[in-house]
């Protein structure tokens, strides 16, 4: 499997078919029992933990199913953790958090904490999160699963934009067929294997 600069790549395949596992093992969060992984000239097969831990802070995006928010931070604060562990200057911060929070439609729910949130306001807020540093790849599992239609098509135009203005790569699981017609590459999983 080859992921270009910009490119939209979409796995697909049955629950069970090892779409969240190749994204964890692309993001060098698992590793392979054999193969290598290389992620923009990172060798992680090669690397040990707290050398992917430095590339997934500075290069890596990820959008988890669960969300990944802290439960005790409100929007805002969950999306300025991002930038902290991911070492922007402080002086962006301000800026770029109020933008992303805008790109999800989450600006008057930006002091609200999770639990006061709905699924589909959380997974806006983790998304507003992940592409807040401006990851060369983001890693997006299932990311508009809780979202309704119009939401998933802004989200989506937000992925286009990504892909055309930053050169961000993205790499999603997805059971929306819609989003399958944007992808420049589909990929098909079963049984932990490419098909």
Known sequence: MRLNMGQLAILKGRSGSG???LLNIIGGLDMPTEGDVQVGGHHFHRMGDKE????????????????ALHPLMSAWE????????????????????????????????????PYELSGGEQQRVAIAKAIAPRPKLLLADEPTAELDTRMSERIM??????????????????HDQTMLEVADHVYEMADGRLV
């Open 19 to 21: 779409k969240t596992t």
């Open 52 to 67: 992917r831990t430095r590339v997934r802070k500075c290069e890596i995006g990820f959008i988890f199913q669960a969300f």
């Open 78 to 113: 969950n999306v300025e953790l991002g930038l902290r562990l991911s070492g922007v200057s402080s002086a962006q911060w301000t800026d770029r958090i109020a933008d992303c929070l805008e790109q999800v439609g989450m600006t008057g729910r930006a002091q609200h904490r």
């Open 157 to 174: 135009g937000l992925f286009e934009r990504l892909r055309s203005e930053e050169r961000m790569t993205i790499c999603m699981t997805t």
